[in-house]
């Protein structure tokens, strides 16, 4: 069923005048609560949110009890509140490297010059005098006629790859969709690929700009344990070294390999490169790993539909973060994940309780709050593949992550645009608040990143949806600044921690957003589905009868 963004905006307009203040109907979204769920899930007392950690207990602990306060049903396995998730954990220690070429070599200190980790069973990695050789960004993708490897044989060799895809230096090419990033610029790509080429290992070169975030990002997220769903057949699905080398680096070890990085990285552009071997030039690599089995939990809470209780409305977002890591230049080990994203999660218990008090939805309100998001959006996989409420019967989704703490701003992001139906109903909900969507334009990956993925690659319509473009209120300028000053020095940092001083009316308008959005789905017996040429419209077709 199509319709107009105006027509939309007005039925959304009717619904958020039902449900807000003033109403008799359902409470309005309270910021203090916000800030008070934010400020205890980010206290150092919770860890950083570690997964499988005493941590972990103190999270499903508060998030049950607060989703029980709320007025929602326990959602999970068994008739209790949450799902397990069992993972392989893998702890590395002893990290050592080396670069040789010729007479030259580097050693490469864990977290300096290079990172090593890896998500292979075993005791150990130990890579002696492995080849390395450049494969351009590392992508095969038959259907846009591109392939870096060129049938050459990768196996047993170090791939030294670029970090996104090929359109990102040169997006008037629009080969891989110009910057808006398609999964194969992502880092779980690039070695998913390389396992699939019988390689020993990759080195991700690290810039910043096609990252989208530093270095230091890039040391917090993998120099801790890493984890992994179980894999019937491992060794066919990972590489022995998962790892990324700084940019300056790399340019001298193409320099002493007798190659010029800039000009390779231009070729790397063309469907036409080919594998280069940089010449002479080795990598020994080892580390002890342990590995374990760990079991986490989804926290899942339910609102049962009036009416048609078996279809369902979702709303997710990912508990966990970093835990305890290296001590920064305060001496702070604890990455307490305020933004990132107990704001997020704060979001969810408040949307619950808007739910809760208001009118009865026809369909029911799924909240799932995620874990291990930032171990490679594990909680959000293990839950697609295991879904407690089919997914061909859950009629869309809402995601959110690092919510907007800086204040009101005249737009609304849209992460994905282009791929669902969702997008129109977004349109008219923004437009309903007097706000318009900005443009999307995927340099990030922002799609491929946070926990509706699992979701939509399996047929669901998944919105992700948050704060976009200018500030409305004054101080402007002081807002902008913060917001970048997050990105720049706070994003996966031990200084993402929660300030009384945040602003949270942003925050407010964008679960409001999604609110009514979802109340309206919820409350009609619509099917958004997939636009024309989304590569996630098949999977839902397969699952069309049930929803008919």
Same mark, same amino acid.
């Given at each position: 069923?199509?319709?107009?963004?105006?027509?939309?905006?007005?039925?959304?307009?009717?619904?958020?005048?039902?449900?807000?203040?003033?109403?008799?109907?359902?409470?309005?979204?309270?910021?203090?609560?916000?800030?008070?769920?934010?400020?205890?899930?980010?206290?150092?007392?919770?860890?950083?949110?570690?997964?499988?950690?005493?941590?972990?207990?103190?999270?499903?602990?508060?998030?049950?009890?607060?989703?029980? +306060?709320?007025?929602?049903?326990?959602?999970?396995?068994?008739?209790?509140?949450?799902?397990?998730?069992?993972?392989?954990?893998?702890?590395?220690?002893?990290?050592?490297?080396?670069?040789?070429?010729?007479?030259?070599?580097?050693?490469?200190?864990?977290g300096r010059e290079a990172v090593f980790s890896t998500r292979l069973p075993g005791a150990s990695?130990?890579?002696?005098?492995?080849?390395?050789?450049?494969?351009?960004?590392?992508?095969?993708?038959?259907?846009?006629?591109?392939?870096?490897?060129?049938?050459?044989?990768?196996?047993?060799?170090?791939?030294?790859?670029?970090?996104?895809?090929?359109?990102?230096?040169?997006?008037?090419?629009?080969?891989?969709?110009?910057?808006?990033?398609?999964?194969?610029?992502?880092?779980?790509?690039?070695?998913?690929?390389?396992?699939?080429?019988?390689?020993?290992?990759?080195?991700?070169?690290?810039?910043?700009?096609?990252?989208?975030?530093?270095?230091?990002?890039?040391?917090?997220?993998?120099?801790?344990?890493?984890?992994?769903?179980?894999?019937?057949?491992?060794?066919?699905?990972?590489?022995?070294?998962?790892?990324?080398?700084?940019?300056?680096?790399?340019?001298?070890?193409?320099?002493?390999?007798?190659?010029?990085?800039?000009?390779?990285?231009?070729?790397?552009?063309?469907?036409?490169?080919?594998?280069? +071997?940089?010449?002479? +030039?080795?990598?020994?690599?080892?580390?002890?790993?342990?590995?374990?089995?760990?079991?986490?939990?989804?926290?899942?809470?339910?609102?049962?539909?009036?009416?048609?209780?078996?279809?369902?409305?979702?709303?997710?977002?990912?508990?966990?973060?970093?835990?305890?890591?290296?001590?920064?230049?305060?001496?702070?080990?604890?990455?307490?994940? +305020?933004?990132?994203?107990?704001?997020?999660?704060?979001?969810?218990?408040?949307?619950?309780?808007?739910?809760?008090?208001?009118?009865?939805?026809?369909?029911?309100?799924?909240?799932?709050?995620?874990?291990?998001?930032?171990?490679?959006?594990?909680?959000?996989?293990?839950?697609?593949?295991?879904?407690?409420?089919?997914?061909?019967?859950?009629?869309?989704?809402?995601?959110?992550?690092?919510?907007?703490?800086?204040?009101?701003?005249?737009?609304?992001?849209?992460?994905?645009?282009?791929?669902?139906?969702?997008?129109?109903?977004?349109?008219?909900?923004?437009?309903?608040?007097?706000?318009?969507?900005?443009?999307?334009?995927?340099?990030?990956?922002?799609?491929?990143?946070?926990?509706?993925?699992?979701?939509?690659?399996?047929?669901?319509?998944?919105?992700?949806?948050?704060?976009?473009?200018?500030?409305?209120?004054?101080?402007?300028?002081?807002?902008?600044?913060?917001?970048?000053?997050?990105?720049?020095?706070?994003?996966?940092?031990?200084?993402?921690?929660?300030?009384?001083?945040?602003?949270?009316?942003?925050?407010?308008?964008?679960?409001?957003?999604?609110?009514?959005?979802?109340?309206?789905?919820?409350?009609?017996?619509?099917?958004?589905?997939?636009?024309?040429?989304?590569?996630?419209?098949?999977?839902?077709?397969?699952?069309?009868?049930?929803?008919?």
């Amino acid at each position: 069923m199509r319709f107009t963004v105006a027509a939309l905006a007005s039925s959304l307009l009717l619904a958020a005048c039902a449900t807000g203040p003033g109403s008799g109907q359902s409470p309005a979204f309270d910021a203090a609560r916000l800030s008070e769920h934010a400020r205890i899930l980010s206290d150092d007392s919770f860890e950083g949110r570690g997964i499988a950690t005493p941590a972990e207990d103190k999270v499903v602990a508060y998030l049950s009890e607060q989703y029980a +306060a709320a007025g929602f049903q326990p959602g999970g396995e068994n008739g209790g509140w949450t799902q397990d998730v069992t993972l392989n954990r893998f702890t590395s220690s002893n990290a050592r490297g080396r670069l040789t070429v010729g007479g030259w070599s580097q050693d490469l200190t864990q977290g300096r010059e290079a990172v090593f980790s890896t998500r292979l069973p075993g005791a150990s990695v130990n890579l002696t005098n492995a080849p390395l050789v450049f494969v351009g960004y590392g992508v095969k993708a038959p259907e846009r006629q591109w392939d870096d490897f060129k049938g050459q044989d990768m196996r047993g060799k170090i791939l030294v790859v670029l970090v996104n895809d090929p359109d990102f230096e040169q997006p008037e090419l629009n080969t891989f969709n110009g910057r808006a990033m398609t999964y194969y610029g992502r880092w779980t790509y690039k070695y998913e690929e390389a396992a699939r080429q019988g390689a020993a290992g990759v080195l991700i070169v690290h810039e910043t700009a096609p990252a989208s975030y530093g270095w230091q990002t890039v040391n917090n997220s993998w120099s801790g344990p890493q984890f992994d769903i179980l894999r019937q057949n491992a060794s066919a699905e990972r590489i022995p070294l998962e790892g990324w080398i700084q940019r300056d680096l790399a340019v001298e070890l193409f320099r002493r390999a007798g190659q010029d990085f800039e000009q390779l990285k231009v070729q790397a552009r063309s469907r036409d490169f080919q594998p280069v +071997a940089l010449a002479n +030039a080795t990598l020994d690599a080892s580390m002890d790993v342990a590995t374990s089995q760990i079991t986490t939990r989804n926290v899942i809470a339910r609102l049962p539909g009036r009416t048609h209780p078996d279809e369902t409305i979702l709303y997710t977002a990912h508990w966990d973060h970093i835990g305890v890591g290296d001590p920064d230049e305060t001496g702070d080990r604890i990455f307490n994940g +305020a933004v990132d994203n107990a704001t997020g999660t704060a979001g969810l218990l408040e949307l619950a309780r808007v739910f809760a008090a208001g009118p009865r939805p026809e369909r029911s309100i799924v909240m799932i709050s995620f874990t291990a998001e930032e171990s490679g959006l594990l909680g959000s996989e293990y839950y697609a593949a295991n879904p407690i409420y089919p997914l061909e019967t859950t009629a869309g989704g809402f995601n959110v992550d690092s919510m907007n703490v800086y204040g009101r701003t005249v737009s609304v992001s849209s992460v994905g645009q282009g791929q669902s139906e969702l997008d129109e109903r977004v349109a008219a909900a923004a437009a309903a608040q007097g706000r318009t969507v900005a443009p999307d334009s995927g340099a990030g990956g922002g799609y491929f990143r946070s926990d509706h993925f699992p979701l939509a690659k399996r047929g669901v319509p998944m919105a992700y949806t948050g704060s976009a473009g200018d500030f409305r209120d004054e101080p402007i300028a002081q807002r902008q600044a913060a917001r970048q000053e997050y990105g720049a020095n706070r994003y996966h940092q031990a200084a993402d921690e929660w300030s009384a001083d945040w602003d949270l009316s942003g925050q407010v308008e964008d679960l409001q957003l999604i609110h009514d959005l979802g109340l309206a789905l919820a409350n009609s017996r619509d099917w958004p589905g997939w636009k024309p040429g989304s590569e996630f419209g098949p999977a839902r077709e397969v699952s069309a009868a049930a929803r008919r």
